[in-house]
């Protein structure tokens, strides 16, 4: 309760609304944008965004089917907004995430037959430490040898993909043609919000997690300090942090965020840890942090919208017969416009002028 009361007074001291206005300000005008683009290419517009509508919040199906593509992505975006406000461009989470979701599974498997009570959390937690300790890499080589963590990311998660894949398929994979793990059993399975449905109560961890986020870089010494790195590393150190050890610990917290994200994927909906089995979530987790302004809160909302956009995509693909690129364009514009602010703020500055010039 306590931390639920401490979420509500963080929403009611959001500072950023007005940003939170600009951003749904670039929404708009990126799915304008986007319905030029589906006219152009000789879609029917009004067909287009009844699908995307309807296969996103249009029944209790679709509103599951975009829970559970939000889930992981407010991990994924939690974890890179971590990196951003400690100054690092965590672009990894992806291969975190899949460090993350082996580990769970090979765990998974060990701790089957314990009490769910602890089974459970245990294995999320080695999730979480997976995915940490692949963070740690990155972070190391940036505090002790100045590696671009920019570089060192993206080829880790070249690494971590072909790395889960080779240990599945050497090590752990079960007969058959699919490169997977063998199932889960249901006491390390993270149940459905309602028996027999779609979305998994990992949206409830995910939101804790969002909470706690918060709590961590707006209420401790840690976060505080974590954030001063980021603004300047020289300051910081000349206040006494040491800038080398909050940027190691920022890409291990940064990576247990995304291990969990893999984690919470094959305990719940997947049941197991299949190759290849992330569409990108970790690089929308990007897109995600950038939108939400790297605010742990608005993450959750920018999760949403993407999630609300990957289920509602699939259905216009399936029914209105328009390319999935079409949705990638359309996330691209929503980046493109969020992430300059001051195209928006020209816009009003220019209707203010323009009203200003008529009244005299």
């Known amino acids: 309760m306590k931390l639920l009361k401490k979420l509500i007074e963080a929403i009611k001291a959001f500072e950023s609304w007005s940003s939170l206005l600009y951003s749904l300000v670039a929404i708009i005008i990126a799915l304008i944008l986007g319905a030029v683009f589906i006219i152009a290419f000789g879609y029917d517009v009004r067909v287009a965004f009844f699908h995307l509508y309807n296969g996103s919040f249009g029944s209790l199906y679709s509103l599951s089917q975009t829970l559970f593509q939000t889930t992981p992505l407010i991990f994924a975006g939690l974890a ?41 959390p245990v ?25 671009h963590e920019v570089i060192t990311t993206i080829m880790l998660n070249e690494i971590a993909i072909l790395g889960t894949t080779f240990m599945t398929v050497n090590y752990f994979k079960v007969a058959g043609p699919v490169d997977q793990t063998a199932r889960l059993a249901e006491t390390v399975r993270i149940p459905p919000i309602v028996p027999g449905g779609d979305i998994s109560s990992g949206i409830i961890i995910a939101i804790i997690i969002v909470g706690l986020t918060y709590f961590l870089l707006n209420k401790t010494s840690l976060g505080y300090d974590l954030q001063t790195v980021g603004n300047s590393p020289k300051a910081a150190e000349y206040g006494g942090i040491k800038s080398s050890r909050m ?114």
Request: aromatic share 8%; net charge positive.
């Open 247 to 360: 940027t190691i610990l920022a890409m291990v917290i940064s990576g247990s965020v995304a291990g969990l994200a893999g984690s919470t994927i094959i305990m719940g909906r997947l049941g197991r840890f299949v190759t290849n089995f992330s569409p990108g979530y970790g690089f929308t987790g990007i897109a995600v942090a950038v939108l939400a302004r790297n605010n742990p809160i608005a993450v959750l909302l920018a999760a949403l919208l993407f999630g609300a956009l990957e289920a509602g995509g699939m259905t216009m693909q399936l029914f209105a017969r328009i390319p999935n690129d079409l949705i990638g364009i359309i996330q691209g514009l929503v980046i493109l416009f969020v992430a300059a602010p001051g195209f928006i703020r020209l816009l009003t500055k220019f209707k203010t002028r323009k009203e200003a010039g008529e009244r005299t």
């Open 123 to 147: 294995t999320l937690l080695v999730g979480a430490i997976a995915g940490g300790i692949w963070g740690f890499i990155p972070g190391l080589l940036k505090a002790k040898t100045g590696a």
């Open 80 to 120: 890179v907004a971590i990196g951003f406000k400690s100054g690092l461009f965590n672009i990894g989470v992806e291969g975190q995430l899949y460090w993350g979701a082996l580990a769970s599974a090979v765990v998974g498997l060990r701790v089957g037959s314990w009490p769910m009570a602890i089974a459970l």
